[in-house]
Each structure stands twice: as C-alpha cells, then as structure tokens.
C-alpha cells in the first residue's frame, strides 16, 4: 500500500516574494478580466471579414425596417445592438478612429481584438495586468516613431499623391470600380477649402446632397451651390431666375396664429369676409416688402409652428415673380449664409438689401430623373463646396455618400498630418519586425510584451491575406522575408495574390489613419487590462 505524504503548502507571501513569480490573482477580477476580453473579441471577428479591398460586405436591417449594405466599420458597429460595456468600448474606439482620421475604423477593432488575444494569453501565464498595460502603451510610442520615420512628406499641391491615397480609401469600398470618378471630386472638394497656412479641414463645409437617379458616375462637383429642396412651382411661379438676389427667411408667410388653440366662431358672412380680406391684406404686405428689397429668389425656413407659407402668399409671390424654395432645414442655414453670402432674416422689417446674396443663376435641373436646385455664378462665395451624389438607389446612394466620406477625411488627414505610408500591410510588418528586434534589447517581462506586441500587428496582413482567399501563412512568412531582406515597401497585392511593392501599385495612406488606429487600439487595451471588477447600479 502506498504511503501519501503531504507536502507542506508554500504560504502566498512566500510564493509572491521572488522578483518575476506569477501573478497570482483571485478568482473575481480575473473572470472579469476574461469576460471582458471574450466579448470585445467577439467585436473585432465581426468586422474583421470586411477588412481591405477584397472584404465582405454585410447587409443590416435596423429597427425601422431599413437596410443597409456596408463594409466601412464604423457603420457596421454603430448599427449593432451591443450590451456588454466592453464591447460598447471597442464600437467606441471605432467612432473616436472615424472622428480622427475617417479611414481605418475596421483596422483599429481588428488590431485591439488582436492586441486583447496576446494580452490574454500573457496573463495566463501569470504576469501582472498594469505591467501589460504600461509596456503595450511603450510599445506603441514606439511603433508611432517607426511609422513615422517610413512615412514620406506630401505636398498638398502635389495632386497626384492626394489622388493615390483617395483612391486607396475607395478601392474597399462597394463602389471602387467608380474610385476614378469619386478621388478627384474628393480632391478638388478638400483643396479648395485650405489655405496654405490650414492644419485642419472643417468637413461641415463640404456639403452631399443625395438624388436618386443616374448611376454614381453622374455624381459631380458643383461650382456653387445645390439645395436638397425643389422650388415650388404649383403656384405658377418661375423655376429659373438669371441676376438672383437672394433672400433667407427664418419667418412665415402664413397667417398669424394664436399661442393657444383659440376657436372663434363667426355667424355672419360679412365677419367671415372681413376675416379672410384680413389675411390676404396682412399676406399682400409681407409680399410687397419682400419685393421692395428688390430680392427675387426666396429660401423659406421649415417651419414647425404653422405653415411656413399659405397658398395665399404663393400665388402672390408668383405674380410679383418671386422663386421660392420652402423647408431650408436649420442646420443647412449657416451653410446657406456662408456660401451665399446672404445673411437670416427673422423679421420682415429687417428685411433690408444688405441681407441679400448675390448669384448671375438660380435654375431647377432635371439631371438623370432627379430635379436639382443649382445656385451658380455667387458673387462672394465663402470656403464652401457642393457635391451631387446620384445612385440607382438609396442603398447605393447612401455607401456611395459613406465612402465619399471617407475619401475626404483621408485627403483631410493629409492636412492634418503631411506624410504618406506604404499600404497593403506593409507598415504593419515593418513596424511588427522593428519591435521584434528592439524586444531582443530589453530585460525581464518587458521583452515578451513587446515580443507579444509585434506579433500582434500581423494581424492585418495576416486579415488582408485571409480575405483575398490568399494563404495567410504563406504569404505573411514570404513578406516577413522580404522585409528582412530590406525592402521596406514589400506589401501584398490583393488583386494579384503576390507580394510587391506596394508604391508601385499606388497603394497608400495617410501616415495620422495608421499611427491613430495604434495609438487608440493600444488605450483600449490598457484601459480593459486595467479593469477588475464590474457592478451594476440601480
């Protein structure tokens, strides 16, 4: 019979006093830690098939009933009904990456589900979360520095380098076969709003307005202004309108209407006359007022009070041969003002020359099927631009208007931050190789989190790879290679299933959309490695 001899248990002081001993947690932060890591994980293999130009596609039905085709990240994520707070973090992260950059929200969640895989597996090995922590955010301070001593300076007269990073935004979009049509309209949109001095764009200045009809090679970049609104023309009143002074609104061109439901009743027809002459006379004077500005084109605020004008104050503005477009939104006024250099009126007897703007022609197009307002020839334009979108349909019409997005804020980093990079995974097995070797230079538990850091980054070669029906094993090991050997621009060619350089295939990015994807990727995970316990309050 075999004899059982206990061995006396080590006591937990002891086992956590040597200098590199396990990080022997309790069993609740951990579980938190781990639940955390799951369902932000999860996050990122949603998204993660829709990374590069040869992503799916995924198709979302909301709550209303509307669909909606896409594949830019930040879409798919903000259409999820997500509950686990850490997963709303990563649907976060997505958003502050489309605020900053605009491009490369699918990368920063694929980066921090990759960047959370190697965190895990490190803490089960046992090595302390804040340690993690700190050195993945050495790690990417470092990764930034790499980034950017690859990155080439960009001149933002230099159209051509802006076009060959539009057009690399677009080339993963559904509409990339119309990449041609769209990168210079995106262009051309950003530079006429810069100065030489800009560090910034504001994009509120850019203005889409969606028409279905056409096909998306007939969208355009107007010179001047279009309006999402039709003139109104039941009345008889013109739709073309050559020398337009132009006057905007903010008032109605109804009849007055008590505060509080009041209701009157009239039981003799010579009150009920008196009544309605009272309005048209009232009605007749705003119109007269109007005219006597020697304004003739008139943009009405929509109105949620009463009516913002009668049919009364039509037919009147008709014959004085007034065109009116009614129902301007409020947040369209200070694009309005800016661009045509006319300022709101809220009251008729403000209603003075000097409010007007100018234009040589104010018509009513009928491009493709789609009626358009175009307001042509401002005298005194401000830094605004118009871009008519046209689509089969809203679901095209509305990825076509997402992506044109997108290639502005690309174009937009560029001002932000002058500098270009390589794309195709290239930077990101530069940057994951750099670190390797720097990890070979540091001591203790730091090494392996830089270590672990670097493979981490090989997920997005690794995703483009996977996505273009490559074999991702095969191709990261022979682009690992040909970085070794010093090519530094060594990138894969989805389209070709091979490894080249990527700047002859004129693929490139903004040097701020990766750095920023890092840098928010690597916060993320420190703040979810950080994280030990969760409550939920009443």
């Known amino acids: 019979m075999a004899t059982v001899v206990a061995t006396p248990k080590p006591s937990t002081s002891a086992a956590r006093s040597g200098p590199n001993s396990a990080f022997n947690d309790k069993g609740k932060p951990m579980e938190v830690r781990l639940s955390n890591m799951t369902a932000a994980k999860a996050i990122g293999d949603v998204v993660r098939t829709s990374l590069g130009p040869k992503g799916m596609d995924k198709m979302i039905q909301t709550s209303q009933g509307e669909v909606i085709i896409t594949n830019d990240g930040a879409t798919i994520l903000k259409h999820l009904a997500v509950l686990h707070p850490a997963a709303k973090m990563l649907v976060n992260v997505s958003a502050a990456q489309d605020i900053e950059a605009g491009d490369g929200t699918t990368s920063v969640v694929v980066l921090a589900g990759s960047m959370l895989g190697a965190a895990e597996k490190m803490l089960a090995k046992g090595m302390h979360p804040t340690i993690i922590a700190e050195s993945f955010l050495n790690a990417s301070a470092k990764a930034v520095e790499y980034l950017t001593e690859i990155s080439t300076p960009v001149d933002l007269k230099d159209n051509a380098s802006l076009l060959r990073a539009a057009s690399t935004s677009l080339n993963s979009k559904i509409v990339s076969q119309y990449s041609t049509i769209l990168a210079p309209i995106a262009v051309t949109a950003v530079t006429r709003l810069i100065t030489p001095t800009s560090t910034n764009v504001d994009l509120k200045d850019v203005r889409i307005v969606k028409k279905v009809g056409g096909t998306i090679e007939d969208t355009v970049l107007v010179d001047g202004v279009v309006l999402n609104q039709n003139v109104l023309a039941s009345a008889g009143g013109p739709t073309r309108m050559e020398k337009a002074r132009i006057g905007l609104i903010q008032f109605q061109l109804s009849a007055p209407k008590p505060d509080m439901d009041n209701q009157i009743i009239v039981n003799d027809y010579r009150q009920m006359d008196k009544i309605l002459k009272e309005e048209r006379l009232y009605l007749l004077n705003l119109c007269k007022k109007i005219k006597k500005s020697g304004c003739n084109v008139l943009l009405i605020q929509k109105s949620i009070l009463r009516d913002a004008v009668s049919d009364i104050s039509l037919s009147f503005l ?178 070709k299933g091979l490894i080249s350089n990527i700047l002859e295939e004129d693929v490139v990015q903004p040097l701020l959309v990766s750095t920023s994807a890092i840098e928010l990727a690597t916060e993320t995970v420190a703040l979810l490695l950080k994280v030990d316990d969760y409550h939920l309050t009443r």
Request: with cysteine; aromatic share 4%; proline share 3%.
């Open 318 to 495: 008709a014959k004085l041969k007034i065109l009116v477009v009614k129902d301007i939104e409020r947040d369209e006024i200070e694009f309005l003002t800016k661009s045509l250099g006319c300022k709101p009126v809220a009251d008729i007897e403000a209603f003075t020359e000097d409010k007007l703007g100018y234009a040589d022609l104010v018509d009513e197009e009928s491009t493709a099927g789609a009626r358009t307002v175009k307001i042509t020839g401002v005298k005194n334009p401000g830094r605004t631009v118009s871009v008519l979108c046209m689509g089969a349909n809203s679901l095209i019409l509305e990825e076509s208007e997402r992506s044109m997005h997108d290639a502005l804020c690309v174009v937009r980093c560029l001002v932000k931050k002058r500098a270009l990079i390589a794309g195709g995974g290239a930077p990101e097995i530069h940057v994951s190789r750099m670190l390797s070797q720097y990890a070979q230079t540091l001591r203790g538990m730091e090494a392996y989190c830089f270590q672990a850091y670097a493979d981490a980054l090989e997920v997005i070669p690794t995703t483009l790879a996977e996505n273009a029906g490559l074999n991702p094993i095969a191709i990261v090991t022979e682009l690992r290679n040909r970085h070794a050997m010093g090519e530094r621009n060594a990138g894969i060619n989805v389209r």
